[in-house]
């Protein structure tokens, strides 16, 4: 069997003990190594709770399960994706929650340079449909690639992918339910348009049902998968103030859309900015200068002109080893890129600060740095 087999049996094993699935997951380095250690588990992690010692003894009927699923995957064009792929999602691998198994079906790069998500209200107003609006155009023109994630739900959300279609930009819903249905079904055509130009990400296999829990579930997933979580519209409570306070805890920017003083769907993110919990915008520059995409988007300009950059001549060798190897695989921590390019973690901070200046690499949440060219 594959390694993407065990991992789904793995999430029908765990639904009740996650957190300590995932543990044990990392430190076995994959479903399939948990299998075969599936008698001896607590030589593994010496504090697993004997009810799940005990549910990692039975996979016959998880595995049995997972099998059916894989076939509805082959016959609809499903990519199952598991924590350790190279495809599944960078930015939300960081995250000490990550979903051990996604199932995507679409076209874009879960892994593009500059993800964001926007959320907000199922009560969305004119003030947030026209903003939402007027900052996907604004991104298309500074961050032409930039891909825009949301959760498919009424209001903002659904808002946003249509923003995002409308300006040819790639946009991802993340649904709370299995790719046999879509929740709400007003959204089909929507949904059927991402397909092409984005995409539909789950957490969840088929049958499962569009429960309230699974909405906060599928709250991490929005907020894991981008560099910076956009509040539209937010009453005093509401799931987008989760995805804010989801992203906060993963390092992530977060930034909220001021509203008027006693206007109810502009409360949420009034108090946002003001206890700090997010910064204040009023257009996409004020987003694309925070998170630092001012020398992309110049870089970007500048090739579509045909201008040459000589920059990479100036790289010192040590410089050009980081190069090389965040071209194999870019967006990497500063210890994996110590020990793969076996320089000290003094040298390899010094010459990645000299990178930053250059405009070569910059840093992630987490302390990832990525590779700009």
């Known amino acids: ?125 004119p003030y947030g449909s026209d903003n939402i609006s007027r900052l996907v155009r604004e991104l298309k023109e500074l961050c032409p690639d930039v891909l825009i994630v949301s959760g498919l739900a009424y209001g903002v959300d659904i808002a946003a992918h249509r923003a995002a279609l409308g300006n040819g930009l790639e946009t991802v ?21 991402m397909l092409s130009q984005g995409g539909l990400l789950t957490e969840f296999m088929t049958g499962t049902n569009a429960d309230k829990v699974n909405f906060v579930r599928r709250n991490r997933i929005v907020a894991g998968i981008s560099d910076a979580t956009i509040v539209i519209e937010s009453d005093i409570k509401g799931g987008s103030l989760i995805t804010a306070g989801i992203a906060r805890s993963y390092c992530r920017d977060v930034f909220a859309l001021p509203g008027a003083v006693g206007w109810q769907y502009s409360q949420g993110c009034n108090r946002l900015i003001r206890d700090n919990g997010a910064a204040l915008f009023t257009s996409a520059e004020d987003i694309v200068n925070a998170m630092g995409w001012e020398y992309s988007q110049k870089l970007a300009e500048a090739q579509r002109n045909g201008i040459e950059r000589s920059l990479f001549t100036e790289l010192t060798e040590n410089q050009q080893k980081i190069v090389n190897l965040l071209q194999r695989s870019n967006d990497m921590q500063l210890n994996t890129i110590c020990v793969q390019t076996g320089l000290p973690v003094q040298v390899v901070i010094v010459e990645l600060f000299g990178m930053e200046m250059k405009g070569v690499v910059r840093s992630l949440a987490g302390g990832m740095f990525h590779l700009i060219i």
């Open 173 to 193: 819903g993340v649904i709370a339910h299995g790719l046999d249905t879509l929740y709400p079904s007003r959204h089909r055509e929507t949904a059927k348009a």
């Open 1 to 125: 069997m594959t390694e993407a087999i065990y991992a789904m049996a793995l999430t029908r094993i765990s639904n009740f003990n996650f957190t300590q699935a995932l543990e044990l997951y990392r430190a076995l380095g994959s479903a399939t190594a948990l299998y075969e250690h599936r008698n001896d588990i607590a030589d593994v992690i010496d504090h697993c709770s004997p009810r799940l010692i005990e549910a990692l003894r039975h996979w016959d009927e998880p595995l049995k399960r997972a099998e059916v699923e894989m076939e509805f995957i082959r016959k609809h064009g499903i990519t199952v994706m598991t924590l350790s792929d190279d495809c599944y999602p960078r930015r939300l691998a960081e995250c000490a929650d990550a979903p051990i198994v996604l199932y995507y079906k679409g076209s874009a790069n879960l892994n593009k340079p500059q993800i964001v998500n926007i959320v907000g209200t199922r009560h969305c107003t």
